[in-house]
């Protein structure tokens, strides 16, 4: 079938709630690995307003935010924000009049699109490259230096390049800050440090990726810039609100590196085997794999997945214009539900209809 993006969201929430309604959540698997998690507390429904949220949310986020990037109370601040791309957009705004370029170093290209949309709309000079001496030359004073940690396709930074351009910032003068959007918890699997014991003057990351939190941007750094930064995203309404905050503030308790280990695991060892006597072609992820199918293929294939199994995938539910590749996240907060023989068998049975 020849679906339009629009057509294509509409059919996917047709089958979630027709799951829901005639069999339940636990029936759903969501294995995007962007859960969107909304952990919150009969405790704390209470305390969800406008005023009363942020007085204990922000300070209870400070305090794991600084830690998650193993930042020191005494120096730096964290602080929420909408999303990562408003923590990014903030920045760049916050810093407009002092910077004249932004300097983007990125272990594969391309950047988020975030970075180089803020700088377009500050009319700042934007540079960036995945070639580290490249980047290494063109670092100065009236630049801001950006360091994607691990990219969108969890592509990670080595690390001694990290600590080179971190180190040539503090020579320089330059202000640097890590997008470690989803790179805060994957460079910790591949045992680097946190962003914050590196020096960096900055950090961000998302609450929804690798974390069962809400899609947010947890934004931690030296603390006259923080307070910066969020005092001009507060302006135009970027900051998170109390619900946002108190997700947040979960999911970062109830964050184990413990289980991230074990879905890596898993993904390093699952039997794909079936899926190549099916002549089903597939690669393998960091967290789990993905389908070599041409975009429609991979479409009906998700929402095949969707319709029989409950399995969601970003390839069938995804906003209008998110990747169409047909990708299974072990790191979803559903996965551990599923075996990887129902999830091999879904696919080889499903893609028999396509
Ligand atoms: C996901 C991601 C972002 C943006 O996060 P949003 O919360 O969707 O705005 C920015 N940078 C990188 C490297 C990312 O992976």
Redesign the pocket.
């Known amino acids: 079938m020849n679906y339009s993006e629009m057509d294509r969201l509409k059919r996917s929430r047709e089958l979630i709630i027709n799951i829901i309604e005639k069999k339940g959540r636990e029936n759903l698997y969501d294995l995007t690995g962007l859960g969107g998690g909304f952990q919150i507390e009969e405790s704390q429904k209470h305390l969800l307003e406008t005023y009363v949220g942020p007085a204990i949310f922000s300070k209870e986020l400070n305090d794991i935010g600084i830690s998650h990037f193993g930042g020191n109370p005494n120096i730096h601040r964290a602080v929420g924000f909408n999303?990562?791309?408003?923590a990014?957009f903030s920045t760049i705004m916050a810093l407009s009049n002092e910077i004249n370029r932004v300097i983007h170093y990125l272990p594969k290209m391309p950047s988020?699109p975030?970075?180089p949309r803020s700088c377009r709309i500050f009319n700042i000079d934007y540079f960036e490259s995945d070639n580290i001496d490249e980047v290494l030359d063109k670092i100065e004073e009236n630049a801001l230096t950006i360091i994607?940690g691990?990219?969108?396709d969890h592509e990670i930074i080595n690390l001694d390049h990290l600590k080179e351009i971190i180190s040539q910032c503090i020579e320089k003068n330059s202000l640097s800050f890590i997008?470690d959007?989803?790179?805060a918890r994957l460079r910790l699997l591949y045992n680097q440090p946190p962003a914050l014991k590196l020096n960096v003057d900055l950090a961000v990351t998302?609450t929804?990726?690798l974390m069962n939190g809400p899609?947010?941007?947890l934004l931690s750094g030296k603390k006259e810039l923080v307070d910066k930064i969020y005092n001009e995203g507060l302006k135009f309404g970027l900051e998170a609100q109390a619900p946002i905050l108190a997700g947040m503030v979960n999911a970062m308790k109830n964050f184990k590196l413990e289980d991230l280990k074990k879905a890596l695991d898993r993904a390093k060892n699952i039997d794909l085997t079936p899926l190549s006597s099916e002549n089903i072609q597939y690669i393998r992820t960091p967290t789990g794999f993905a389908l070599c199918l041409s975009e429609r293929e991979s479409i009906d294939l998700a929402l095949k997945l969707l319709e029989n199994y409950g399995i969601i995938t970003i390839a069938a539910a995804g906003m209008p214009g998110a990747s169409k590749t047909l990708r299974i996240d072990f790191c979803s907060k559903d996965a551990h539900r599923l075996s990887d023989e129902y999830i091999i068998n879904a696919i080889i049975k499903s893609k028999k209809y396509i």
């Not at 999303?83 to 408003?86: G, K, M």
Request: avoid cysteine; hydrophobic fraction near 30%; charge should be positive.
């Open positions: 999303r990562t791309s408003a990014i988020h975030s970075i994607t691990a990219t969108m997008d959007a989803s790179g998302s929804d990726k899609r947010a941007g």
